[in-house]
């Protein structure tokens, strides 16, 4: 709360009279986060072949949450490692089960689906700003041979962390309709 007073050239007592504390402070901030990402799309599942399949809601799901925290990349620490008292996110986790399990998951696997995607994306949050230099060819030296012919320009394409995103996103997901497959 000093370090906020300060940032804001405010006295620390003038924050309690907007909020009770620090725990209400970083329940705000989850709230705000969480008001930009899409749960929208888990609302149109169904067991029909006609609405949107539950993997296809996950990773659009999974785009808008790895937006909203790239974007705030500072909370991503914070809020994952507090208590969530938020209300909004649990209508945010509640949607997603929800969808999930339309869409065929077992109930007892719907929470680890839904972490298991949360833990990439904020990893990814992660990456994605990192600075653009954090792993370079030049730096890694002679003596490593496989991660420079790796990090050959040709291939910076490939590379990127929008790529490595990508290329986590379907494969994870790719992997967890595998899993529904044999628990089904």
Sequence with gaps: MRTLAARVDRQVSSLYNHV???????????????A???????????????SVPWDRALELWARTYLRAF??????IRL????????????????????????GGWPQGQTV???RSVEAYVLGSALDIVAPVDLITQESAGDRFAEIRGALDPRFGENSSAVASFE?????LIQGLKHRLE???
């Design 167 to 171: 290329f986590g996103l379907t494969s």
């Design 79 to 102: 809020l994952a490692t507090t208590s969530i008292r938020d209300l909004s996110t649990y209508e945010m986790y509640d949607s997603v089960i929800g969808g999930l399990r339309r």
């Design 36 to 50: 930009g990402i899409d749960v929208q799309v888990f609302s149109g599942i169904e067991e029909s072949s006609e």
């Design 20 to 34: 009770s504390g620090r725990g209400e402070l970083i329940e705000l901030m989850r709230a705000r986060i969480v």
């Design 112 to 114: 680890a689906v839904m």
């Design 70 to 75: 790239a974007d705030h990349p500072n909370l």
């Design 182 to 184: 044999a628990v089904s």
